[in-house]
């Protein structure tokens, strides 16, 4: 079956615009985990929805980011008034909620901000 | 001090010998532990998946983990040009918070 996907798969922007990052998980996955990678860096969390339970948002690093998730499905990032340093990968996994919850991994969207 | 350490390397070997990669963590309700590879420009995907303490083989991987010394490893043996990419430590305790803890991630290179 399909995987994560994810788009765009690039993006520049200007400094102080907004983007918006799509995440289609794996259909049936009840968990959803977005992530920021910086070049050489590991990954950072940044906000987990799991079911219908409200998201753990504890990873996101200011008010500028934000992140829901429509029908439990399909995800979006926001990143309002963006900077310089938001310049990362974003990477979106999804999981199942049994015990063995491997987390499937997308792309990514390589985010450049001019 | 973060809750898991990972050396970043980057870690260069010849093709054929023994790898070993390391994590230690800090917090002792840490139950699930894996490892997951992630070749440059992609995602991290799994590699191994191991619940408490023991060890895992499957082909030329081995997982280990020692509870009593907070510390795993990861063993490649006959190491492959095609092992070369990062690899990522990541745990979590047990319940149904399933948000990992990561590391930095270890850079491999295995040359022909």
């Known amino acids: 079956g399909a995987g994560v996907s994810q788009s765009p798969s690039n993006k520049v922007t200007e400094k102080g615009k907004d983007v918006e990052l799509r995440c289609d998980p794996i259909?049936?996955?009840?968990?959803l985990y977005w992530y920021r990678q910086s070049l050489g860096q590991g990954l950072e969390f940044l906000i987990y929805?799991?079911?219908?339970?409200?998201?753990?948002k504890s990873g996101l690093p200011s008010d500028r980011f934000s992140a829901e998730r429509t029908g439990g499905s399909v995800s979006t990032l926001t990143i309002q008034r963006t900077q310089q340093e938001d310049s990362a990968v974003y990477l979106c996994?999804?999981?199942?909620?049994?015990?063995?919850?491997?987390?499937?991994f997308g792309p990514g969207t390589r985010l450049t901000v001019l | 001090q973060k809750e898991v350490e990972q050396d970043p390397g980057p870690l260069s070997v010849p093709e054929g010998a023994i790898v070993s990669l390391n994590c230690t963590y800090s917090?002792?309700?840490?139950?699930?532990f894996m490892w997951y590879r992630q070749y440059s420009r992609k995602g991290p995907e799994l590699l191994m998946y191991?619940?408490s303490s023991g060890n895992k083989e499957d082909g030329r991987f081995t997982a280990q983990v020692d509870k009593s010394s907070k510390y795993i490893s990861l063993f490649i043996r006959d190491s492959q040009p095609s092992d070369s990419a990062t690899y990522l430590c990541?745990?979590?305790?047990?319940?149904?918070?399933?948000?990992?803890?990561w590391g930095l991630g270890t850079s491999l290179a295995v040359n022909p």
């Open positions: 990541a745990m979590r305790s047990a319940g149904n918070n399933r948000k990992l803890i």
């Open positions: 917090n002792s309700a840490f139950q699930y």
């Open positions: 191991t619940y």
């Open positions: 259909s049936g996955h009840t968990a």
């Open positions: 929805f799991q079911g219908n339970s409200a998201p753990d």
């Open positions: 996994a999804s999981s199942s909620s049994g015990v063995t919850d491997t987390q499937y």
